[in-house]
């Protein structure tokens, strides 16, 4: 994307398209990588599936792509701990409480998938 400056005064406020916004900015193509890697195998599952493949091969399958959706959800998880609610909570202002609590709705949900 290409960053367009503001042109309302608005400088001051973070632009959220930059590529340093989110915590997992420096490890974008390595996560895009990864979650390419797990199409792949999401297609894999579908063929096996149209090729009428032994039920537990296909489940087999699926808990792999399931502990490799788990693991970058993890990573991001850990990024976004590291970079966006750290730097609230640095800047101390009510944002703070907000990622918090936006951290804790992630790991909920994290938790019951």
Same mark, same amino acid.
């Given at each position: 994307?290409?960053?367009?400056?503001?042109?309302?005064?608005?400088?001051?406020?973070?632009?959220?398209?930059?590529?340093?916004?989110?915590?997992?900015?420096?490890?974008?193509?390595?996560?895009?990588?990864?979650?390419?890697?797990?199409?792949?195998?999401?297609?894999?599952?579908?063929?096996?599936?149209?090729?009428?493949?032994?039920?537990?091969?296909?489940?087999?399958? /699926?808990?792999?792509?399931?502990? =490799?959706?788990? #693991?970058? @959800?993890?990573?991001? %998880?850990? $990024?976004?701990?590291?970079?966006? /609610?750290?730097?609230?909570?640095? =800047?101390?202002? #009510?944002? @703070?409480?907000?990622? %918090?609590? $936006?951290?804790?709705?992630?790991?909920?949900?994290?938790?019951?998938?």
């Amino acid at each position: 994307m290409s960053e367009i400056p503001p042109t309302d005064g608005a400088a001051d406020v973070p632009d959220t398209d930059s590529a340093a916004a989110y915590g997992y900015s420096a490890h974008k193509e390595n996560y895009a990588r990864r979650l390419r890697r797990i199409e792949g195998q999401v297609r894999g599952v579908a063929k096996m599936i149209d090729e009428d493949k032994y039920c537990i091969d296909i489940l087999t399958q /699926v808990s792999a792509v399931n502990s =490799a959706l788990q #693991s970058v @959800a993890l990573g991001l %998880l850990d $990024e976004h701990l590291g970079h966006c /609610v750290t730097q609230a909570v640095a =800047a101390g202002d #009510s944002e @703070a409480d907000a990622k %918090l609590a $936006e951290a804790s709705a992630a790991i909920a949900r994290l938790v019951r998938s």
